[in-house]
């Protein structure tokens, strides 16, 4: 009997302390990696940005680190950061990397510190892309880029300009902090228009000889597509949620609609004769249209790609565009050295603003 008491009592004991073992077998979770938030951010020289820092751990949990990291910025000339995660851009336009450390992880974005006040025109007859300070109307610089340079995008928040040479089947890359291309990229015949896509960092080309839109891919200065559109494409531009962009086809008297995301044509639509310039308004809802062989402007609609109506312009309408609160519509009207302003709402002429010899372009400042 003796041994079975012992037994008895041994065989509850293993089983207790096999139980304690279990639980004591965890570990703490280790930190794996730190991200940086807002990503890629733009600001304007002597304004300044929180950032915040998150970590992600071992165990798959995500923890805010914003008061717990080391703030680093690369380029302290440009922007420098405090302890808190808070940069503060100073007076000279550049690009910093900002970095959040805790340890050995490291976490990082880009911050551009934005060249602001600057406007932006091509001398096709001089092969240059002049730098214009709109505060005192100085020239700040004159670039020399592609062959016949006409159309020009900005993209204020990487500090980047892009010029279409028509005459050199290319466009150039400008930096606009140092006011130096940085490089020129082969594109298809003849490019006229270009517009920008912030969103998706795309640039997009109108190859005016070719028949095609060329879609750059900003990040690495190449061309990662080339579309097939109507004939003579001249204008182009992106809806506000970079999800269409329109062409405007000046030898097919057409409007090429093209889906951002497959790089397809999914519409075409009938115009006027020899459309030139095409906007956008920031509700995306209604692209417009100037054609300049039949002085009128066309309204589509965005959402069936119809046209609405047509207004008539002064004559020879090129460009086009649509202030902030898409309440009015602008065309440089070439062959009456006017522009015709148009009321939105009620796609009526409101005034017609007599300018110089033949204008062709017309723009917004935010």
Partial sequence: MAKFFVCSILIPLVF????????????????????????????????????GASGVFSDGSVQDLTALVTWASTNTGVATINATGRATAGAVAGTTTITATSGNIPGSTTLVVMVINRAFVTNSGANTLLVLDTTSNAVLANIAVGLGPKGVAVNAAANRAYVANSNGNSVSVI??????????????????????????????VADSNGNSLSVVDAATNTVASTISVGLGPQGVAVNPAGTRVYTANSNGNSVSVIDAATNTVVSTISVGLGPQGVSVNPAGTRVYVTNSGSNFLSVIDASSNTILTTVSVGGTPQGVAVNSAGTLIYTADSGSNSVSVIDAPTNTVLTTITVGLSPSGVAFSP
């Fill in 175 to 204: 930096d606009t902090a140092a006011n130096t291309v940085v490089s020129t990229i082969a594109v298809g015949l003849g490019p006229s228009g270009v517009a920008m896509n912030s969103a998706a960092n795309l640039v997009y």
């Fill in 16 to 51: 207790l302390l096999a139980g304690c073992g279990g639980k004591g077998s965890s570990s703490p979770a280790t930190l794996v990696s730190i991200s940086v938030t807002p990503a890629n951010s733009g600001i304007a020289p002597g304004t300044s940005l929180q950032f």
